[in-house]
Antibody, heavy 126, light 110 residues
C-alpha cells in the first residue's frame, strides 16, 4: 500500500521559516517525481513545487519562487519543503503528492498526482 | 484566478448525471493529459481520472472523463449522496512549466 506521511506543520510569525517533511512507503521512492500542493482555508488547490526523481530538477509556482525550496533524500524515502519569508498568504494546508507515472526525465514534469499525503497545516500569524 | 476554468457548482438529484467542464488553452489542456480529483470535506484529494479518461483501480465506471481540444469534462452518473464533494481538474502547463488546477466545482446532490 502506497503511503505518504507528512510532518512539520505549525504556527509561525510573518517572516519566519518552517520545514515540511513527507515520508513515502509502499513504493520505490526514488523512481517518482514528487510535488507539494497547498490549500488555503476555504480555497481551492494550488500547486506549489515539484522535484524530479533524482532531485536534479525542480520547479516552483511564481507565488513561492525564491522563498520556498523543495528537496528530497531518496536514501531516506523523504521529501522536504523549506518555507522561508512566510506571509499570511502562505497560511494553508500543505499536501505532498506522488506522480503517477514511472518517468525518469531530466526535467521535472508532473503527469498526474496519484497519491497524496494527509496534509500539514501551516499558519502564519503574528 | 485559476489557469483552468471550472463552474463553481453543479447539482442534480440522486441517480441523475452531472458533468463538470474544465476549460484551458493550447499550452495546458490542449497539449497535455488532464486528470481529475475528488476532495471530500476535511480530507485529502484523491485521483478519479488520469490521462483524460482512465480510471485508477477502485474508481467505479459511473465516473468518466473526456477531452476535446482545450476543454475536458468529468461525468458522474448514478449520482449518490456520497458524491457530494469538491472536484478539481489539473494538467501540466507547457508554457508556465508548472502544474495547474482548475478553481474547483462543488457537487451538490439535491
Amino acid at each position: 500500500e502506497v503511503r505518504l506521511v507528512q510532518s512539520g506543520g505549525g504556527m509561525v510569525r510573518p517572516g519566519g521559516s518552517l520545514r515540511l517533511s513527507c515520508v513515502g512507503s509502499g513504493f520505490t521512492f526514488e523512481d517518482y517525481d514528487m510535488s507539494w500542493v497547498r490549500q488555503a482555508p476555504g480555497k481551492g488547490l494550488e500547486w506549489v513545487s515539484g522535484i524530479n526523481w533524482s532531485g536534479g530538477s525542480t520547479s516552483y509556482a511564481d507565488s513561492v519562487k525564491g522563498r520556498f525550496t523543495i528537496s528530497r533524500d531518496n536514501a531516506q524515502n523523504s521529501l522536504f519543503l523549506q518555507l522561508n519569508s512566510l506571509t499570511a498568504e502562505d497560511t494553508a494546508l500543505y499536501y505532498c503528492a506522488r506522480d503517477g507515472l514511472l518517468w525518469f526525465g531530466d526535467l521535472f514534469t508532473a503527469h498526474y498526482l496519484a497519491y497524496w499525503g494527509q496534509g500539514s497545516l501551516v499558519t502564519v500569524s503574528s | 484566478q485559476s489557469v483552468l476554468t471550472q463552474p463553481p457548482s453543479v447539482s442534480a438529484a440522486p441517480g441523475q448525471k452531472v458533468t463538470i467542464s474544465c476549460s484551458g488553452s493550447s499550452s495546458n489542456v490542449g497539449d497535455n493529459y488532464v486528470s481529475w480529483y475528488q476532495q471530500l470535506p476535511g480530507t485529502a484529494p484523491i485521483l478519479l481520472i488520469y490521462d483524460n479518461n482512465k480510471r485508477p483501480s477502485g474508481i467505479p465506471k459511473r465516473i468518466s472523463g473526456s477531452k476535446s481540444g482545450t476543454s475536458a469534462t468529468l461525468g458522474i452518473s448514478g449520482l449518490q449522496t456520497g458524491d457530494e464533494a469538491d472536484y478539481y481538474c489539473g494538467t501540466w502547463d507547457t508554457s508556465l512549466n508548472a502544474w495547474v488546477f482548475g478553481g474547483g466545482t462543488k457537487v451538490t446532490v439535491l
